[in-house]
């Protein structure tokens, strides 16, 4: 079946209002029926952050001060535990004010050098000799950790999942 030469003829012309038009209204339909999930912008920079690193994903191992699934009420994670490949940390969270925390955490093996990806900015610490380190002042919102063994030639980096401080 071909298409009149009307359509033709109308299929090679510019957009015009009517054009524009209908395209908002189409958009608006989309947006409504099957919107950008809020926290896509965010998987695919992690996403990115793995592949450009190269980097094996920790596990979430345990996460102790969540709520219920379907509990009204929610409290955010007090100490959180990812794990990967026997490298394990562990990451407590303790407030620093209404907008500020401060995270205090502890590795299971040698040296490592932590950093901290949030929002705009990032920071690197080590671990001391007991494998503890501290991040002071962090902006709540999302953050994840990529954790560097130092010392073990041809080890990757580990890379945590994100977690809303």
Do not use: C
């Amino acid at each position: 079946m071909t298409p009149p030469e009307n359509e033709l003829h109308l299929a090679g012309q510019p957009l015009d209002a009517l054009d524009a038009v209908l395209l908002a209204e189409i958009r608006d339909l989309h947006s409504d029926l099957d919107p950008v999930p809020g926290d896509l912008l965010d998987r695919v920079k992690f996403a990115m952050s793995v592949a450009s690193l190269e980097a094996q994903v920790a596990e979430i191992v345990s996460d102790e001060g969540l709520a219920s699934v379907r509990g009204t009420d929610f409290s955010r994670a007090d100490t959180v535990t990812f794990a990967r490949d026997g490298l394990s940390v562990m990451v407590t969270i303790e407030s620093a004010g209404t907008a500020r925390v401060d995270i205090v955490g502890w590795v299971s093996e040698g040296e490592v050098e932590i950093e901290l990806r949030e929002r705009g900015r990032t920071r690197t610490t080590s671990t001391d000799d007991d494998g503890r380190f501290v991040f002071t002042g962090v902006e709540r919102g999302l953050v994840n950790f990529v954790l560097r063994r130092q010392g073990v030639a041809g080890a990757p980096p580990v890379i945590t999942p994100a977690i809303e401080l």
